[in-house]
């Protein structure tokens, strides 16, 4: 593919894009066609490509890739990040504040702002 700046190199880019979406691929040659295409882009233009056409060339390369939402349930040791992490102790509640909680509190869910405080040992 020849993108000249003499030419519209946008909008030939842009069919470029959407010629190599439309083809299926696996993963490995998915990255090397959109490397490839990009590098061909950068040496005959010299400048970046859009950003509407990178994230249209992530989203071909991601396609595959497999959103776990509850990856807690079905991972055996879930790895979280430091944001995950805080959220989850934040939502968690100990199963001994539970037991003196209303069924309706139950349901709905519990707010503790200290769930840190421990007792004092005299």
């Known amino acids: 593919m020849v993108f000249s700046t003499e030419a519209n190199y946008k909008e030939s880019f842009a069919t470029a894009v959407t010629h190599l979406i439309t083809q299926d691929m696996p993963v490995q040659w998915r990255?090397?066609?959109?490397?490839?295409?990009?590098?061909?882009?950068?040496?005959?233009?010299?400048?970046?490509?859009?950003?509407?056409?990178?994230?249209?060339?992530?989203?071909?390369i991601?396609?595959?890739?497999?959103?776990?939402?509850?990856?807690?349930?079905?991972?055996?040791?879930?790895?979280?990040?430091?944001?995950?992490?805080?959220?989850?102790?934040?939502?968690?509640?100990?199963?001994?504040?539970?037991?003196k909680m209303a069924v309706a509190v139950k349901r709905t869910g519990i707010r503790f702002k200290h769930r840190e405080k421990r007792r004092r040992i005299a």
């Open 31 to 60: 990255i090397k066609a959109v490397d490839d295409l990009i590098e061909t882009y950068l040496k005959q233009v010299g400048e970046i490509p859009d950003s509407d056409q990178l994230e249209r060339l992530t989203n071909y």
């Open 62 to 99: 991601l396609k595959d890739s497999k959103n776990q939402p509850d990856k807690v349930s079905n991972t055996e040791y879930p790895v979280f990040s430091d944001w995950q992490q805080k959220h989850r102790c934040r939502r968690e509640v100990p199963l001994e504040h539970l037991g």
